[in-house]
């Protein structure tokens, strides 16, 4: 068996979800929204299940809905892309390893930025990459010259970028974008950008595409998923966005992975993409909003809450509750609290800060109010 799958051990997301599942625990460790998602984009598959095309739809994606990404990325984000730039994948996961598979040959150096998504660091080690990592740290987790200097090298090919940033909910300002850009640029390497929050930013933020940057338009691929923008993270439907020499060999993964997606969704998707920008700003309020209203209920109870600039999470400094341990925190929490949160040591490969917890607010007034109960008095008794 492939010693980099077979040797994983059970994630702590999935140790986090069976405690709370045995123990019947509020669970916000899992990062998916309480909300059905907008009846229109929804009635739209329906629709395109009974009347629409239910056999293989083109590989690169229906026309209308590359169109309808190119279009999309215009209009939000001043981005000059055209449909022949744009192609459908299975999700965001699919899309990053597709890219990761496409662009990188064994002993390509890939820079990657932790805490990170968990799917990053296996797809590049399988891909027979080598991984540098560029350690973040909180409260801000901002990029540096001298961490960036320590990481790149001439045997860069990949960076793997994720902004806004899961699990530390920071949106990257332009600042540290040029500065990743100017990176990029010296040591000639391609950025594949996992950019699935990029509509989930809160306080008035606009998300800024690493693509717009000098330099970056010939040498990024642009990752976004619909199932953020929608807040339907089932459908899996993803878009990676790459100038035609890039996608072209991101094709060819893609071919001999998912090589397609569910026409149905495909055709909603492209619906919603074009919706107007009331629906955009009203779910970025309500997601917003329930931020706030977790966000507060904690600060009363004691916790030290990180700021949270977009996606579905807040975290919590757990270091002046006296803890150094976060994973033996959060099991505590889920056992003897029955609230369940991940531990952001999990994020990490190495130099991991085991003082964070993250939980994910994108639930019902109630289940948040049902947590906030479960945690009174947990500061005090410290």
């Known amino acids: 068996m492939n010693r980099i799958f077979s040797s994983l051990p059970t994630t702590v997301f999935e140790s986090m979800s069976q405690l ?5 625990a509020v669970n916000l460790g899992q990062g998916f929204p309480d909300g059905a998602g907008p009846d229109d984009v929804r009635a739209k ?3 395109a299940v009974i009347s629409g095309w239910n056999q293989y739809p083109p590989m690169m994606g229906l026309p209308e809905l590359r169109q309808a990404v190119a279009q999309h990325y215009a209009d939000h984000q001043g981005l000059d892309l ?12 699919e899309a990053i390893a597709g890219a990761l598979f496409a662009l990188i040959e064994p002993g390509d150096e890939v820079v990657l ?14 891909a027979g990459g080598v991984p540098r990592f560029v350690t973040l740290q909180p409260p801000h987790w901002r990029l540096t010259e001298e961490a960036l200097a320590a990481a790149f090298s001439d045997k860069t090919k990949v960076v793997l970028f994720n902004n806004p940033l899961n699990p530390s909910a920071v949106v990257f300002p332009e600042e540290d974008l040029a ?12 950025a594949v950008c996992d950019e699935v929050w990029e509509h989930v930013v809160f306080d008035g933020r606009r998300h800024r595409p690493l693509m717009a940057e000098p330099g970056m338009r010939e040498r990024t691929v642009k ?8 807040s ?3 459908w899996k439907v993803g878009f990676a966005c790459a100038a035609p020499d890039i996608l072209k060999v991101l094709a060819k993964a893609h071919q001999f992975l998912t090589f397609t997606t569910a026409p149905n969704l495909q055709a909603a998707v492209a619906y919603g993409l074009g919706k107007a920008d009331d629906y955009f700003i009203g779910m970025r309020a309500d997601f917003q909003r329930s931020r706030d209203r977790f966000s507060h209920g904690l600060k009363e109870r004691g916790f030290t809450v990180l700021p949270s600039h977009g996606t579905y999470f807040l975290n919590v400094d757990i270091a002046p509750l006296g803890e150094r341990d976060d994973v033996d925190f959060c099991k505590r929490l889920v056992t003897e609290r029955g609230v369940a949160a991940i531990p952001v040591s999990a994020f990490y490969a190495e130099g991991a800060v085991r003082t964070v917890a993250r939980f994910c607010f994108a639930k019902t007034d109630a289940t948040l109010d049902r947590a906030l109960e479960r945690l009174e008095g947990l500061v005090q008794s410290r």
Do not use: N
Not at 20 to 24: H, P, V
Not at 180 to 185: D, G, I, P, S, W
Not at 223 to 230: D, E, N, V
């Open 45 to 47: 598959a329906a629709e």
């Open 113 to 126: 930025f932790e805490p990170m998504y968990d799917a990053y660091l296996p797809l590049v080690r399988r």
């Open 223 to 230: 990752i976004g998923s619909a199932g953020k923008i929608f």
């Open 232 to 234: 339907l993270t089932g």
């Open 82 to 93: 055209g449909a022949d730039e744009v192609m459908v994948t299975s999700g965001a996961t």
């Open 179 to 190: 500065l990743l850009a100017r990176f990029c640029v010296k040591h000639d390497a391609i």
């Open 20 to 24: 709370a599942r045995e123990t019947g």
